[in-house]
């Protein structure tokens, strides 16, 4: 796999001559302008979604150089907790696989979420009792283990990434034997496993089971759930691995790329990168990059009247990010998530 020094610049092509001269975006301080990466380079993985394989296929086809795995997300429930897997997965994996098989490189490996596909329609989305449920016993365990392995095999994965969230504190004994069992169950059949935390995971009281990759949820500071700001900054970061010290084993840290596009009449939507930049062509001022994260952010208003503030990271962004990364001394990040990333930032996760 090709590795190559983490090289930071702050000019932002994508917007083209609007930042001519990288205008306000340019003072960034100068620790931001040129940063080392660390002597060991990074490992890159990523997240590629079924309700957008055909833009992420786009992007991974352009980075084969550089990523160690993609992760093809989601296997999901249904309404009595079997797994559920997409019309728009199952088109999309093929040439998810195909990709991946042409670099020789890159291992495919299966998300498994706990969100349910209903059959009016409707979602529930990291649904706790799902969880509580899948785990109450040593025989419902070892029924959703055979549904994985299962699904292991019909689709031809190289292994396995459980993303559940919002776990009830009760479930957290239950949840650790089953990363145990499993372990052990795909060990057998030399396939590998990944464990996804959120940030507000207790992990400092968790005892959890060497063995699994551990991957750490560096983002979604400012989301839907906030008001503006950036999905992450460098304090957050930080406290987030070295509260990782904790985790036994090999460890991940996860980035987001994109951002969020907030209203004055509150509603707030997820941008991609590629659409972030193309609202700034209509920004009532020259984006500005915020020093704490290195993120972009800016203010528009819509064809309503209505005003809006963007923020997103760019390549730059995730640059200064990754050497947040490697100063604290790990060697593994995780990108959410492949479609609408720039050429620059394709070129990154292909470095």
């Given at each position: 796999m090709k590795k190559q020094a983490i090289v930071l610049t702050v000019c932002l092509p994508a917007l083209g001559a609007f930042l001519s001269g990288c205008g306000n975006v340019g003072t960034a301080p100068d620790s931001m302008k040129t940063v080392e990466a660390a002597e060991h380079p990074l490992e890159k993985t990523a997240w590629l979604v079924d309700w957008q394989w055909k833009a992420g296929t786009e992007n991974f086809q352009g980075m084969t150089n550089g990523l160690a795995s993609v992760q093809m997300f989601?296997?999901?429930f249904d309404e009595s907790d079997n797994l559920l897997f997409t019309d728009e997965f199952k088109k999309g994996l093929p040439k998810v696989q195909e990709i991946a098989r042409k670099s020789s490189l890159v291992h495919v490996d299966l998300t498994i979420v706990n969100d349910q596909k209903r059959q009016d329609g409707s979602d529930l989305q990291k649904e706790p009792t799902i969880v509580t449920r899948l785990m109450a016993t040593l025989e419902s365990r070892a029924r959703h283990?055979?549904?994985?392995?299962?699904?292991l095999s019909t689709y031809h994965f190289h292994g396995v990434e459980i993303d559940y969230e919002r776990i009830d504190e009760?479930?957290?004994?239950?949840?650790?034997?089953?990363i145990n069992e499993l372990y052990t169950r795909l060990q057998e059949q030399e396939k590998t496993l990944r464990i996804v935390l959120e940030p507000r995971t207790p992990i400092e009281s968790l005892?959890?089971?060497?063995?699994?990759?551990?991957?750490?949820?560096?983002?979604?500071?400012?989301g839907t759930q906030s008001g503006p700001g950036p999905k992450a900054d460098r304090s957050f970061i930080m406290e987030l691995a070295a509260r990782m010290k904790t985790v036994p084993g090999e460890k991940v840290i996860a980035l987001a790329a994109?951002?969020?596009?907030?209203?004055?009449?509150?509603?707030?939507?997820?941008?991609?990168e590629e659409q972030a930049a193309g609202l700034a062509k209509s920004s009532?001022?020259?984006?500005?990059?915020?020093?704490a994260s290195g993120s972009i952010h800016f203010q528009y208003v819509d064809e309503k009247k209505q005003k809006h503030t963007v923020w997103y990271a760019d390549e730059t962004t995730l640059k200064t990010w990754a050497n947040v990364i490697s100063s604290e001394g790990y060697h593994n990040l995780a990108l959410w998530r492949l479609g609408g990333l720039s050429r620059e930032s394709v070129r990154f996760m292909n470095e």
């Open positions: 989601a296997a999901y283990i055979n549904q994985i392995m299962e699904a009760k479930d957290w004994d239950n949840m650790m034997a089953f005892s959890l089971p060497k063995g699994p990759v551990y991957v750490m949820m560096a983002y979604n500071l400012y994109g951002g969020f596009d907030w209203s004055e009449s509150g509603e707030v939507k997820a941008v991609t009532v001022e020259v984006p500005r990059r915020d020093n």
